[in-house]
């Protein structure tokens, strides 16, 4: 039987024939919490579009397991149905689209190969969507809107959060879903991810400029990505090492 984890082994991406990442490995086991963080254009964003199938992005070299399988041979549908989950940094704005639609069809599509997951009516998935936006404090008329339309920052991360609790992922990438938040805001989100990891054993890679939202996630690894390499590796404390120093010393 294959140990479940999201392995990334040398793993290198170019774009535009610019090499970007240069050999990258880490491995997120079941509940794990693992933070990237590092300066601007260090390759961080690249790993989780990567990860996600991107089209712009060329692996080069390397390869990355999703349970044993061999993920970079999959099409981004089909990552996302073997239980891979990317949260966006600038959720998409899709107006006309209701919320309770799109995440019907997000979750038939995630589990059509799993029947004993099939709601049998649509009341009945609809429930069960209400159900998870009040376990994490999102407001139920969120699901009757157009997808994102004339949401703020935060409440667009919420409804990432919700689709993230709904599609139940084994492992979740969280693309910087801290951006542009004020404190409370973070402090919800980073509240439904840990109750998600909780209730699922989701593992995440979280990539994030910032202390705060590791300060609620508590983060079992810490990796340091500059120039398209990880440098440097640690625990919760190497946050506030780079808090306070910066990656001066590490550039």
Known sequence: MVKKSLSISNLHVSIEDKQIL????LTVKPGEVHAIMGPNG?????TAATLAGHPEYTVTGGSVLLNGLELLELSPDER???GLFLAFQYP???PGVRVQNFLKLAYEARFADRPEKTFAKALDFRNHLKSLAEELDIDPLF????LNEGFSGGEKK????????LLEPEFAILDETDSGLDIDAIKKVARGVSKIIKKYNT???VITHYKRILEYLKPDYVHVMVKGKIVKSGGEELVDTL???GYKDLV
């Open 22 to 25: 240069n050999g990258i490995s």
């Open 42 to 46: 260090s390759g961080k964003s690249t």
């Open 80 to 82: 996302a149905q073997k």
């Open 92 to 94: 998409v704005e899709v």
């Open 143 to 146: 699901l009757t809107r157009g």
């Open 158 to 165: 919420q409804l990432e959060i919700l689709q993230m609790a």
């Open 203 to 205: 593992g995440v890679l």
């Open 243 to 245: 808090e306070a120093s």
